[in-house]
């Protein structure tokens, strides 16, 4: 193990952060409009976002970027291999996000729901004001978790070629014939980074708190 | 002078920095209830949870029947921790009835009752569960056998709780506040099991809020506060006036309790 | 194209082997978590705090870095350490040893559930420890336990889909390579989406029926 492997490493380590950053971030926003449509009251939009929840939590990660990566060339969606990634990513996040969130959304206390339509607000409004603000705070450390979650199933985008640790220790095993410190290595690094975020997790979940208080 | 049932000498509990029981030397009379009171934080329940062996004391040395519960600690102040089963030996001497009743709620009434017959003592299970009727005929319980925790009253677990010690026959029953978790309607019931038991000669040591209960039933009653045995010694003495100021003070706050039949 | 029925049957035989790779890994790699990983979670508990500190930063980097990176570790670093593995059984050991460190915690959680006065009662009636554990705390916890123990179990086997990268012939593995050979691989991958989509609603059902049953059966502390 050389310092210039363990660089490449690091590089690579970008890449992860940078992929899996976008892809929690999509899924959140898919996570929130999903829970939107769960809570409509609405069945044109809760089957739909039911069935997509279903499918992406039932569904192995590996087959749906698989699945995402052939689709969209061939419904003539042609994006660099990284987007087909991502939106992999983004899609199975959002329904493992959505499903966290609807813990969330079910303990918001229903006196506030109600206080708020007696206020008038309308079923976007509460939603916007009232019920997620509180959904978040009390799904944070699921939330947390969901992002160690994708740092680490953001390994598998190197099947289809993306260059992220997990691809660059690939080739790198196998050009230097060295697998047991390499491997070793990039073991090290998720697992610093994913220590790292569980960390600041607790510190953001404690200022959070105190602000809730 | 016969063996005292309990002989703790010089014990003292340390948790860490802070000194819970300190140079506690108490006797502990056969077949006579002592009873320990003294305000939250006194050290009474730590001091009989290691009379039970849930805490293992810091230094100092209790014995039961004149066998040495845990550790051994002679003259000079050195101390051996003893082998297992010997601890295990001395412990089924002791009973133990907890404040939270802590039956299993996964079984009967008289699962709970017979279960430490059937592997401890390796009894077979109908005589087990015969045996085991016989302690909740006891309590007042036998048409209750077959119910589980969560269908039974406050009083009725701990009751059962009672039975499931007196089960293994030992020869000192221990109650860490047997009816501070209760509605005060249902403590009237477990006392008057308690008072039977005194009654039939058992050694038992009780640490209690119920003044009323201690004054009367209680033929030893020890003061404890802020981890200090302040005094021991029979009721009439103990509760006669002119009082020591810390146990006035005490009393003062538990008048509700039937401290007031002492006023 | 794949949806040619004549086709289908005769790569069936071909699928079902796939199939039952995947159901057997699967099944094994959950039991044999389970049973390590309450050993583990036991070991934790009542082995001292050297023992807890090392086998908790194992479970923590188990759990902390991708399943693929560990058995990339183990297959292609194996030989190195003198394991020449198959696929098949590092694809086991890998999977079990993963579901293990995931188990412990559940395990871990478990055992904090049952109240400490429940345990320090068997304690004082002269019960030993690996009686107190059998006939208190395990019955007790079973309850609380169910419910992790079968999102694990599920989240395994989405995990176990891992495993065709280092060439085991489970079903990921087969119905892709069917998939290409036929120059069908969309479809294929659609179908093997399906399959799997199946199988997880379905453990998911069984296990809400299980839990029921279960809550029935134990009754809740009072």
């Known amino acids: 193990m050389t310092p210039k492997l363990f660089t490449l490493l690091l590089e690579a380590a970008l890449s992860t952060l940078g992929i899996s950053l976008v892809s929690i971030a999509i899924g959140f926003v898919i996570a929130m409009l999903l829970s939107a449509a769960l809570l409509s009251g609405k069945l044109i939009y809760i089957l739909p976002a039911r069935l997509f929840i279903s499918f992406f939590r039932g569904v192995p990660l590996l087959v749906q970027l698989l699945l995402i990566y052939t689709l969209l060339p061939v419904i003539g969606i042609n994006v660099p291999g990284i987007v087909a990634a991502i939106v992999g990513l983004s899609l199975c996040t959002a329904a493992y996000q959505a499903e966290n969130l609807r813990g969330g959304f079910a303990s918001v206390p229903p006196g506030l729901i109600e206080a708020a339509d007696v206020a008038g607000f309308t079923g976007a409004q509460t939603f916007i004001r009232i019920r997620a603000p509180i959904a978040l705070r009390l799904t944070f450390p699921a939330l947390v978790n969901e992002a160690i979650m994708i740092l680490k199933s953001s390994s598998l985008v190197s099947v289809v070629g993306i260059i992220e640790i997990t691809k660059m220790a690939q080739d790198l095993a196998s050009s230097t014939y060295q697998p047991i410190p390499i491997f070793a290595s990039a073991a090290l690094i998720y697992f610093v980074i994913n220590s790292a975020i569980a960390l600041l997790g607790r510190y953001a979940e404690r200022s959070l708190k105190g602000a809730s208080a | ?263 | 194209m794949m949806f040619d029925p004549q086709v289908i049957i005769e790569k069936l035989p071909e699928i079902g082997s796939g199939l039952f790779v995947t159901l057997w890994l699967w099944i094994a790699g959950v039991l044999g978590g389970v049973v390590a990983g309450f050993i583990v979670a036991t070991a934790r508990r009542f082995g001292g705090k050297i023992v807890n500190a090392v086998l908790g930063t194992i479970v923590e980097v188990l759990r902390g870095t991708p399943f693929l990176i560990q058995i990339f570790l183990l297959y292609y670093g194996g030989p190195f350490v003198g394991l020449m593995l198959d696929p098949i059984p590092c694809g086991l050991i890998g999977l079990t040893v993963y579901s293990a460190a995931y188990y412990s915690e559940v395990f871990r959680a478990g055992y904090a559930s049952v109240p400490v006065g429940h345990v320090e009662a068997a304690a004082c009636l002269g019960m030993t420890r690996f009686q107190t554990i059998s006939r208190i705390q395990v019955p007790e916890m079973a309850l609380i336990v169910l419910p992790p123990a079968i999102n694990l179990a599920i989240i395994l086997l989405k995990e176990s889909a891992v495993l065709s990268i280092i060439t085991v012939p489970e079903l990921t593995a087969t119905v892709s390579a069917i998939g290409s050979q036929q120059y069908a691989f969309l479809e294929a991958i659609f179908i093997l989406a399906i399959v799997y989509w199946i199988i997880v609603e379905l453990t998911d059902r069984l296990g809400r029926v299980a839990e029921n049953r279960l809550s029935r059966l134990r009754f809740s502390k009072a």
């Open chain 2, 1 to 263: 002078m016969s063996v005292p049932a309990i002989a703790i000498r010089k014990l003292v509990k340390r948790f860490g920095e802070t000194t819970v029981l300190q140079d506690i030397d108490l006797e502990i009379p056969e077949g006579k209830v002592s009873c320990l009171i003294g305000p939250s934080g006194s050290g009474k329940s730590t001091l009989l949870r290691c009379l039970a062996f849930l805490e293992e004391a810091t230094s100092g040395m209790i014995t039961i029947n004149g066998e040495a519960l845990g550790f051994f600690e002679d003259a000079n102040g050195r101390r051996e921790r003893l082998p297992a089963n010997q601890i295990r030996a001395v412990r089924t001497k002791t009973g133990m009835v907890f404040q939270q009743f802590n039956l299993w709620p996964h079984m009967t009434a008289l699962g709970n009752v017979s279960e430490a017959l059937k592997l401890v003592r390796k009894v077979p299970k109908a005589e087990a569960e015969e045996r085991a009727m016989v302690q909740l005929r006891k309590v007042g319980l036998e048409n209750r056998a077959g119910h589980y925790p969560s269908q039974l009253s406050g009083g009725q677990q701990q009751r059962v709780a009672i039975a499931r010690a007196l089960a293994l026959e030992p020869k000192i029953m221990l109650f860490d506040e047997p009816t501070s978790a209760l509605d005060p309607e249902l403590t009237g019931e477990v006392l008057n099991v308690m008072r039977d038991l005194a009654s039939e000669g058992m050694t038992m040591v009780v640490v209690t809020h119920e003044i009323g209960f201690a004054a009367s039933v209680g033929q030893q009653i020890s003061f404890l506060d802020h981890g200090r045995l302040l005094f021991s010694g029979p009721p009439a003495e103990i509760f006669a006036k002119p009082r020591h100021p810390r146990l006035e003070q005490f009393l003062d706050t538990y008048l509700d309790r039937g401290a007031s039949m002492l006023a």
